[in-house]
T-cell receptor
Framework: GAGVSQSPRYKVAKRGQDVALRCDPISGHVSLFWYQQALGQGPEFLTYFQNEAQLDKSGLPSDRFFAERPEGSVSTLKIQRTQQEDSAVYLC?????????????FGPGTRLTVL | QKEVEQNSGPLSVPEGAIASLNCTYSDRGSQSFFWYRQYSGKSPELIMFIYSNGDKEDGRFTAQLNKASQYVSLLIRDSQPSDSATYLCAATRGGGGADGLTFGKGTHLIIQP
């Protein structure tokens, strides 16, 4: 079946611009996660949704970052007034919620470059 | 502060040998542990998960967990050039379906033909 998809794959923004990154999870997956991966680093957790509810946003680095999943499927990560330090790959992952060690499946990521 | 530590490498291993990748974690509440492989420019893909102390084998891969020592490892037997990648260790307090993963920085593995 189809995996997690993300768009756009690449985004170049001028400092101060707003950007919106989209994630389409695997059909039927209840859980959706956003991560930020800087060059040479491991992914860092940003936020978690269970269906449409945002249950954890402890990893969002500032109030410029906002995520939503209004119908419990597609999610959008929005970054307002982008800064150079926001340059990174933004990864979306989805998972079932059966209990035990549910696997998070990652999308291809959106590479954001802020000039 | 939840931390997962890995040696960034590069770790160079001859083809056909055993590659040993190690990881330590600081959060004693961590229950589930995952090894992901990430090729350059690609997204992470799951290799194995483990949540019980001891060894877990899957083909050429063996994950080992020691909760008392807060230590996780991944062994790759009969290493192949296609195993060359960055290996990410991740931990979570829950099962992974309802908790964000805490990742290490990854170990860059090079398999020499």
């Amino acid at each position: 079946g189809a995996g997690v998809s993300q768009s756009p794959r690449y985004k170049v923004a001028k400092r101060g611009q707003d950007v919106a990154l989209r994630c389409d999870p695997i059909s039927g997956h209840v859980s959706l996660f956003w991560y930020q991966q800087a060059l040479g680093q491991g992914p860092e957790f940003l936020t978690y949704f269970q269906n449409e509810a945002q249950l954890d946003k402890s990893g969002l680095p500032s109030d410029r970052f906002f995520a939503e999943r209004p119908e419990g499927s597609v999610s959008t990560l929005k970054i307002q007034r982008t800064q150079q330090e926001d340059s990174a790959v933004y990864l979306c992952a989805s998972s079932t919620l059966k209990g035990g060690a549910d696997t998070q499946y990652f999308g291809p990521g959106t590479r954001l470059t802020v000039l | 502060q939840k931390e997962v530590e890995q040696n960034s490498g590069p770790l160079s291993v001859p083809e056909g040998a055993i590659a040993s990748l190690n990881c330590t974690y600081s959060d004693r509440g961590s229950q589930s542990f995952f090894w992901y492989r990430q090729y350059s420019g690609k997204s992470p893909e799951l290799i194995m998960f483990i949540y019980s102390n001891g060894d877990k084998e899957d083909g050429r891969f063996t994950a080992q967990l020691n909760k008392a020592s807060q230590y996780v490892s991944l062994l790759i037997r009969d290493s192949q050039p296609s195993d060359s990648a960055t290996y990410l260790c991740a931990a979570t307090r829950g099962g992974g379906g309802a908790d964000g993963l805490t990742f290490g920085k990854g170990t860059h593995l090079i398999i020499q033909p």
